[in-house]
């Protein structure tokens, strides 16, 4: 079977290339000169130079992600259903096995939200609403989409974004850490803090989510499932949106943070090109099935829609219990 390598030669000069700027850009602004080997294409002495700084190791990344989840849990709420939660994390622990980071603990939780979207958290802790996975209709699609969020842990999206922004506004204690040789680290709780505060921990740039996206669907063929399944995704949040068989809003949420599914489509398809054919991925099981009956249910939305009518929008269906507002979650 072709081997097929984390990041395509583009994706890793991007990356880099922020990377070796970044940390020349701190440098000179200490006045300091940057050596050769931070000069250097791919230099690893660029990342080093970052970690110093922002002290994202992978260690602050669980703790960053631990102390986001128990915010977001308690805003959202947790669905315990076990064909339902259990179904979920079984499905992405068997994915996370075939991701470049698969020696990282990863926690798959499903939220009360109806609206159509998934999130990963700093250090390996992944959340996924409750309206898509009524909105996927076979396994295939809901682990395309559980693959994208698992490629943003694989590639440190998160420290990325982190330091980008920090940079832009970084203090003089933590350059003065940073000359001091001090092992002084941003405080993890402050950090969270913020990032639950304007959502930052769900906003990634354009070239992150094409990036997420590579990284799921190579993910998704070794691990054993179609990676079709991101396509077709991508064809029904595009359908339902020009068609308003969804609500705006809901899909909008999706739409906001990531590129449109007309570009993503085409970006899958040409790795699927490059891919070595396989008749025996898997597509659907009764698990999935099973799983998504229950949620349906849970959002009193039928199990199969009656052709040429309108589902009403989600928040108009939800039972007591979803419903946003002071008794929501």
Not at 162 to 185: M, P
Not at 226 to 231: A, D, E, L, Q
Not at 257 to 279: C, F, K, W, Y
């Amino acid at each position: 079977m072709k081997t097929h390598t984390p990041r395509s030669h583009a994706s890793r000069h991007l990356l880099r290339g922020w990377r070796g700027a970044l940390a020349i850009a701190l440098l000179l602004t200490l006045g300091l000169s940057p050596g050769p080997a931070l000069l250097a294409p791919g230099s690893a002495a660029a990342q080093s130079l970052l970690d110093k700084v922002f002290g994202m190791s992978t260690e602050d990344e669980v703790r960053l992600g631990r102390e986001i989840s128990r915010e977001v849990e308690r805003k959202l709420g947790v669905v315990y259903q076990p064909d339902v939660a259990t179904y979920v994390n079984d499905l992405g622990q068997r994915l996370v096995r075939h991701s470049q980071r698969a020696n990282l603990p990863h926690a798959f939780k499903v939220v009360k939200e109806p609206s159509v979207n998934a999130f990963a958290l700093p250090g390996g802790f992944v959340y996924v609403h409750l309206g898509l996975i009524a909105a996927a209709e076979s396994e295939m699609e809901l682990a395309g989409v559980l693959a994208h969020e698992i490629g943003h842990v694989s590639a440190r999206h998160h420290s990325e974004q982190l330091a980008k922004s920090q940079a832009i506004g970084l203090g003089t204690t933590l350059f003065g850490a940073l000359v001091g040789g001090a092992t002084q680290r941003v405080d993890i709780a402050l950090v969270a803090a913020e990032l639950v505060a304007t959502g930052a921990y769900m906003k990634f740039s354009r070239d992150a989510e094409r990036e997420a996206d590579q990284l799921g669907a190579q993910m998704l063929h070794r691990a054993g499932w179609n990676p079709r399944g991101m396509v077709s995704f991508f064809d029904k949040l595009e359908e339902k949106r020009l068609d308003r068989g969804m609500p705006s809003s809901e899909v909008e949420v999706f739409f906001s943070s990531h590129p449109t599914p007309v570009e993503r489509r085409a970006n899958v398809e040409a790795l699927i090109q490059g891919m070595p054919p396989d008749p025996g991925l898997a597509r659907d099981t009764p698990a999935f099935q099973r799983a998504r009956a229950i949620v349906r249910r849970m959002l009193n939305l039928p199990t199969q829609a009656p052709q040429g009518t309108r589902p009403k929008p989600l928040e108009q269906k939800l039972p007591p219990f979803l419903r946003p507002g002071p008794q929501g979650p």
